[in-house]
């Protein structure tokens, strides 16, 4: 999502919709008032990462279909 306000310097930016966030420095946040409530528990959770639950076999029939431009 890109948004631009009329008269605004301010551009809110998704930081999903890129290829690569991760040079982002996040200044705010936006629209946490829709925020689900589980979402501030969300850095509690376990985490696993995608190689350690999946064996190399089941890894290599992956695809994503996150950036349908990138195949």
């Given amino acids: 999502m890109f948004m631009i306000e009329d008269g605004q310097d301010i551009i809110e930016l998704s930081a999903g919709t890129l290829d690569d966030p ?4 996040f200044k705010h946040q936006v629209g946490v008032e829709s925020r689900q409530p589980w ?14 639950d999946r064996t190399p076999e089941d890894l290599a029939k992956l695809k ?5 431009d990138h195949e």
């Fill in 39 to 52: 979402f501030n528990r969300w850095h509690l959770l376990p985490e696993i990462r995608t190689d350690q």
């Fill in 22 to 25: 991760s040079g982002l420095e």
């Fill in 64 to 68: 994503s279909l996150q950036h349908p």
